[in-house]
């Protein structure tokens, strides 16, 4: 399905990426919860997350836009991956300015699917997460597309 997207986190102050990611749904908004920017070393990428962090001290929150929408997966890897070369890494070889830690995602992401999940227990896990999720209205508020 071509339900994916390429998206950028741009820093308000220069008008530059910092960040390019894949995703679908609200995958977008997911950097911005509290949990993840208030802590950023307990994150996998501390380096964005400081950096959203510092940001959102700021009151300045990066802005955010999707560079191409309505893509297969494979697609927003490709079209990602030339996003995260055009601009380069900060911490990689290239010495660009985005903050993911990853190059060349489409090698390290793609797998096919050895579990094949009935209906009754993606039911069941989708109810057992439902039932435990945490009500943040903070978090709520990122979501009001």
């Given at each position: 399905m071509a339900?994916?997207?390429?998206?950028?986190?741009?820093?308000?102050?220069?008008n530059q990426p910092f960040y390019v990611g894949k995703g679908k749904h609200f995958r977008l908004k997911a950097h911005l919860r509290p949990s993840l920017w208030n802590s950023p070393q307990k994150t996998?990428?501390?380096f964005l997350y400081g950096k959203i962090k510092s940001l959102m001290i700021d009151n300045t929150p990066p802005i955010?836009?999707?560079?191409?929408e309505k893509?297969?997966?494979?697609?927003?890897?490709?079209i990602e991956n030339e996003y995260i070369n055009k601009f380069g890494r900060r911490f990689g070889p290239e010495g660009g300015i985005l903050f993911?830690?990853?190059g060349d995602k489409q090698q390290a992401t793609i797998k096919p699917s050895t579990i094949q999940w009935s209906e009754k227990r993606k039911l069941d896990h989708k109810q057992r997460c439902?039932?435990?999720?945490?009500?943040?209205?903070?978090?709520e508020e990122l979501f009001s597309d």
């Open positions: 339900n994916f997207y390429v998206y950028a986190y741009i820093d308000p102050m220069t996998t990428n501390p955010i836009i999707k560079l191409k893509l297969t997966e494979e697609k927003a890897f490709q993911n830690i990853i439902k039932s435990t999720r945490i009500y943040d209205p903070s978090y």
